[in-house]
């Protein structure tokens, strides 16, 4: 059976779920602990948990080491770490030991805080590759390639309760060996999550995780801080200022949207109700968002663009709003609105992170011909001869909703919209795995 992406999520409920104090000073070189814990031991902070079904002990080492045990389980993980973790720390580690012959895998894993986000370095696996999604693009660094990932978690265990929340994911394409000493530059991470407008918020606690799930295994680990680094992508252009302009309005004239570059708050207006261009500057870097804050009753925001340095981001083009509803639910992708209170990603304000990240970006897609724009009765969408199969357009109204779904091939197709109210819609294209939108316009 595939591991569930549950697995750590179990390191949210180590809080609520009896945990059983264990004070443990320098003298100290073993503890073995059966139950589920967390606290602090030798310098470094603790958690181990289990679902309770087999046998699962971690057993604490000097300094950053431990080691864990397992039995039949359900679900176990723990890890060492640090109580409070941080965005440009360099991880050292070593496993000594890990059992990769059942369903396991080792990890930096961490949650933060507004927003709430839980993510995840895997350097090594058992049976099954986390998280069996789609990955969206790579980084490169510390010797290996890993794939990004994003994946929600709706209604699910946190560490602020039951929540709705995205998961950030950084897979090696192929396992770390075990036995040697090796590092984790968790900024190149973060700064490839964030290109994708994939922001983390404050840090709560980072570890160095083993997990089994409904298996038996074990592993020996030791982690040390290693330093800290901004990353190698993400150095370039932090002295001088970028210029940004947002395109917005809102629905009621109360709504407040905030600029967001990196950990910075750049700028926060309250919207009219008319689209109006507000415009800052910032020598903040890492990833873009707009943050809607203040949601009520009547209250909806609609933002049509953002300029980076002249250069426009559409927002029905991005893949990352947490604030539309869309299948009834807060979070989506693909539109110009903010029903909820969250955040639209741009991408990053720094376009020298393309050194470290690259993105499966759309390529055959690159040049989709949508005409003519206004149209009454057709549209024309030529595609590329280089596409190979079958693809779809989606068309959804400015709000997200999806309307029609029809399949389109290389060369020309023609798609009918004379059904269509007369207004504003999205126009998004599906072929070999890629995607790309388009806004058109119906009249009568």
């Known amino acids: 059976m595939k591991m569930k992406t549950t697995k750590l999520l179990a390191l949210g409920r180590w809080c609520l779920a ?26 470094y902070y603790y958690t181990w948990w289990s679902d309770g079904q087999g046998s699962a002990c971690i057993t604490l080492g000097s300094g950053g080491n431990y080691s864990t045990t397992w039995t039949n389980v359900g679900n176990c993980v723990g890890g060492k770490g640090w109580q409070t973790g941080t965005s440009n720390r360099v991880i050292g580690y070593n496993a000594g030991y890990f059992n990769q012959s059942g369903n396991t895998y080792l990890a930096l894993y961490g949650w933060t805080t507004s927003p709430l986000v839980e993510y995840y370095v895997v350097e090594s696996w ?12 790579t980084v490169t660094t510390d010797g290996g390639t890993y794939d990004l990932y994003r994946t929600q ?64 295994g074990g592993s020996n680990v030791t982690i040390w801080d290693a330093g800290s680094s901004s990353g190698g992508g993400n150095t370039g252009g932090g002295s001088g200022s970028v210029n940004y302009t947002v395109r917005a309005r809102g629905t009621s ?25 507000y415009s800052v500057s910032s020598s903040a870097t890492g990833g873009i968002t707009i943050n809607y804050n203040n949601d009520a ?27 539309v509803w869309q299948n009834n639910s807060c979070g989506g992708s693909n539109s110009e609105w903010m029903h909820c209170n969250g955040y639209i990603g741009f991408g990053n304000s720094n376009r020298e992170i393309k050194t470290i990240i690259t993105s499966k970006g759309n390529t055959v897609l690159d040049d989709v011909n949508v005409f003519p724009n206004p149209s009454s009765d057709v549209l024309f969408v030529d595609l590329s001869n280089e596409v190979k199969g079958s693809g779809k357009a989606l068309i959804f109204d400015i709000k997200g909703s999806l309307l029609k779904t029809l399949c389109i091939e290389a060369g020309r197709n023609t798609l009918q919209i004379n059904d269509l109210e007369s207004g504003t819609y999205l126009l998004k294209i599906s072929a070999d795995g890629q995607e790309t939108t388009k806004k058109f316009s119906k009249q009568k």
């Open 18 to 43: 009896g945990c059983v104090a264990i004070f443990a000073t320098s003298q100290l070189q073993a503890q073995q602990i059966c139950n589920n814990s967390t606290g602090t031991n030798n310098g």
């Open 126 to 137: 058992g049976t099954w590759r986390p998280p069996g999604a789609t990955s969206v693009g």
């Open 153 to 216: 978690r709706v209604n699910q265990p946190s560490i602020q309760g039951t929540a709705t929340f995205y998961q950030y994911w950084s897979v090696r394409t192929s396992k770390k060996a075990t036995g040697s000493n090796a590092t984790i530059t968790f900024a190149n991470h973060v700064n490839a999550w964030a290109s994708r407008g994939w922001n983390l918020g404050t840090h709560s606690y980072q570890v160095m995780g083993t997990e089994g799930y409904q298996s038996s």
């Open 253 to 277: 004239g109360a709504e407040q949207i905030t600029l967001r570059v990196g950990n910075t708050n750049v700028r926060t207006w309250t919207l009219t109700t008319s689209m109006a261009n």
């Open 297 to 323: 009753t009547g209250r909806d925001v609609q933002v049509d663009y953002i300029t980076v340095n002249g250069s426009a981001r559409q927002a029905e083009n991005q893949t990352s709003n947490t604030a």
